[in-house]
């Protein structure tokens, strides 16, 4: 069973630090990776993906992949009460058909 | 572009009932899944179709069922409802990479 681990939190920062939100998963073949944002009560919203190993930089957001290590990170600078959400990963399944999604990390941006 | 749209929002079933969840995309997405989240839980997928007429078992497809007669449409059959497909249900699309979520069906099963 193919799986993505996240530390399910929840991760508390104070307005304006940096947030990181990290997962692994367990499928060497997967080479396409995303996150995710969902808001209690809401469908996930796509943020960033990444599929070359390296950082990929959109804004207040980072994405880093390190496929030797089977690890996907995200970084909020800056973190404002509105980036209080689950971030959820997902990758790739390696046929391509679906993505496995972890389960979540809850931020939480204190003001 | 509307993106996903799913019918209805919320619905409540008694057990044995049967129902359709409705899916459509307008984005000429050939990729389609539906997928079950429960409480603290991640994203289960249930069922997808690579294009119209093709459809596959995901991880979870016990009591369900689907159809794929069109491009944009991909519905999802509960036949006899048990209090265990209680849950928010979540229709996507997507081309080759990145998937895009509809808002959502809140189901209960009493």
């Known amino acids: 069973q193919k799986e993505v681990e996240q530390n399910s939190g929840p991760l508390s920062v104070p307005e304006g630090a940096i947030a990181s939100l990290n997962c692994t998963y367990s499928d060497r073949g997967s080479q396409s990776f995303f996150w995710y944002r969902q808001y209690s009560g809401k469908s996930p919203e796509l943020i960033m993906s990444i599929y070359s190993n390296g950082d990929k930089e959109d804004g207040r957001f980072t994405a880093q992949l390190n496929k030797a290590s089977q690890y996907v990170s995200l970084l909020i600078r800056d973190s404002q009460p509105s980036d209080s959400a689950t971030y959820l990963c997902?990758?790739?399944?390696?046929?391509?058909?679906?993505?496995?999604f972890g389960k979540g990390t809850t931020l939480s941006v204190s003001s | 572009n509307a993106g996903v749209t799913q019918t209805p929002k919320f619905r409540i079933l008694k057990i044995g009932q049967s129902m359709t969840l409705q899916c459509t995309q307008d984005m000429n997405h050939n990729y389609m899944y539906w997928y079950r989240q429960d409480p603290g839980m991640g994203l289960k997928l249930i069922y997808y179709s690579v294009g119209a007429g093709i459809t596959d078992k995901g991880e979870v497809p016990n009591g369900y069922n689907v159809s794929r007669s069109t491009t944009e449409d991909f519905p999802l059959r509960l036949e006899l409802a048990a209090p265990s497909q209680t849950s928010v249900y979540f229709c996507?699309?997507?081309?080759?990479?990145?998937?895009?979520f509809g808002p959502g069906t809140r189901l209960t099963v009493l």
């Open positions: 996507a699309s997507s081309s080759e990479n990145e998937q895009f």
């Open positions: 997902a990758a790739r399944n390696q046929a391509g058909t679906a993505l496995i």
